[in-house]
């Protein structure tokens, strides 16, 4: 069972997954960290601390801010494309990314007195008042805050709007079940596929992210796609890209797709340069060439490699020019000139959100 609801925002929340150590101590058992500690001290996170020997989240009903997105910018291309997404996250992060793109938002340690209160009932009613057709758990890692991401998932559900987790899958066995059951879509970032990487530029490992995609396929409903930032001289090489793939299908599958990112310098990796649009093009060829069958570039502009096209008659199903919609032959779920059923969650889109993104300043509005 959850913990029991303070209704008041801005407040410490009772957290879950932890344990007593000794008589002063408590263990977070929520991610793979396991950080242990005394009274009044906060985890690596950062918004998990141990307050009266007991575990609280100190950023629940808290959000940095909130903005109306295109689904795809996820991203999610085989998720309800075309539609709007209410996009928000909280401070904190439980990964220690050198070249992490929304630093300023993970790596705060005063953004709390900063953030708007939102409770999940709230988050739920704008959303629907805007016509988005879901919420996004995003800028910063939802594991961190699941007890506030699962409730604002139970409240959109009661309105008929999907939840979405954008997450580094960095769970433990113990919590990932609870947290995944609320959502209908992940997109979960594996940063690079060598223990090295994760170790020196994340501050965390590998295999428990490995963990995460192998519990989605095999043990939830839950639709997921993979992006993978690809950082010049740190994970781009040929050999570390193929063994990625080949994991990938042997493990979660060939439907599964998979977005190629371009890096920018920022945070503490500004000495490597950014990703050339090239070498996203050479790893999508070779993910295809491995055999998985939807792949998609990001964060550069390239209509072909950001539209989707049928596996089986390789025709073109969904036109993407950045995140604007063009075609769109699709008949529900199935590819429109052959038939084949096209792995996702589709709906006939009613309108199309397009590129914009829309900042929302005043939730209390909706």
């Known amino acids: 069972m959850s913990a029991d609801r303070d209704e008041s925002t801005?407040?410490?929340?009772?957290?879950?997954?932890?344990?007593?150590?000794?008589?002063?101590?408590?263990?977070?058992?929520?991610?793979?960290?396991?950080?242990?500690?005394?009274?009044?001290?906060?985890?690596?996170?950062f918004v998990r601390r141990n307050e009266g020997q007991k575990m609280v989240l100190t950023t629940y009903g808290k959000s940095t801010g909130f903005c109306v997105d295109p689904v795809e910018k996820k991203p999610?291309?085989?998720?309800?494309?075309?539609?709007?997404?209410?996009?928000?996250?909280?401070a904190g992060c439980n990964l220690g990314c050198r070249f992490c793109?929304?630093?300023?938002?993970?790596?705060?340690?005063?953004?709390?007195?900063?953030?708007?209160?939102?409770?999940?009932?709230?988050?739920?009613?704008?959303?629907?008042?805007?016509?988005?057709?879901?919420?996004?758990?995003?800028?910063?890692?939802?594991?961190?805050?699941?007890?506030?991401?699962?409730?604002?998932?139970?409240?959109?559900?009661?309105?008929?709007?999907?939840?979405?987790?954008?997450?580094?899958?960095?769970?433990?066995?113990?919590?990932?079940?609870e947290f995944y059951s609320v959502m209908d879509a992940a997109n979960v970032d594996l940063k690079a596929f060598t223990e090295m990487f994760?170790?020196?530029?994340?501050?965390?490992?590998?295999?428990?992210?490995?963990?995460?995609?192998?519990?989605?396929?095999?043990?939830?409903?839950?639709?997921?796609?993979?992006?993978?930032?690809?950082?010049?001289?740190e994970n781009d090489s040929a050999d570390e890209i193929a063994r990625m793939c080949d994991w990938i299908i042997?493990?979660?599958?060939?439907?599964?797709?998979?977005?190629?990112?371009?890096?920018h310098p920022d945070f503490k990796l500004q000495h490597r340069s950014a990703t050339p649009a090239a070498t996203l093009q050479r790893a999508r060829e070779q993910a295809l060439a491995a055999g998985i069958r939807y792949v998609y570039t990001g964060n550069i502009v390239s209509k072909d490699?950001?539209?989707?096209?049928?596996?089986?008659?390789?025709?073109?199903?969904?036109?993407?020019?950045?995140?604007?919609?063009?075609?769109?032959?699709?008949?529900?779920?199935r590819c429109a000139h052959c038939g084949t059923v096209i792995p996702g969650v589709f709906e006939e889109p009613e309108s199309i959100w397009g590129r914009k993104r829309m900042a929302v300043r005043n939730l209390d509005e909706f």
């Open 198 to 233: 994760y170790q020196r530029l994340t501050l965390s490992h590998l295999e428990p992210v490995l963990n995460t995609l192998r519990w989605l396929k095999e043990e939830s409903n839950v639709w997921f796609e993979i992006t993978n930032l690809v950082i010049p001289e």
């Open 101 to 177: 793109q929304n630093w300023s938002i993970s790596k705060a340690r005063e953004i709390e007195l900063l953030s708007e209160n939102a409770s999940p009932e709230q988050v739920a009613k704008a959303a629907l008042r805007l016509d988005c057709r879901s919420v996004a758990f995003t800028y910063n890692d939802p594991v961190i805050w699941a007890e506030y991401a699962i409730d604002t998932a139970k409240a959109c559900h009661e309105l008929g709007l999907k939840a979405v987790a954008v997450t580094a899958g960095y769970i433990t066995d113990e919590a990932r079940p």
């Open 76 to 90: 999610l291309n085989h998720f309800l494309p075309g539609s709007s997404i209410l996009s928000f996250g909280t």
């Open 305 to 333: 490699s950001q539209s989707t096209y049928c596996h089986e008659c390789g025709k073109l199903v969904i036109e993407r020019d950045w995140y604007n919609i063009g075609k769109y032959k699709m008949k529900e779920n």
């Open 250 to 263: 042997k493990n979660v599958g060939p439907d599964v797709p998979v977005h190629f990112t371009a890096f």
């Open 10 to 45: 801005g407040v410490s929340f009772p957290g879950r997954w932890w344990h007593t150590v000794d008589d002063e101590k408590v263990m977070c058992d929520l991610c793979p960290r396991a950080c242990v500690l005394k009274d009044g001290d906060r985890g690596f996170c």
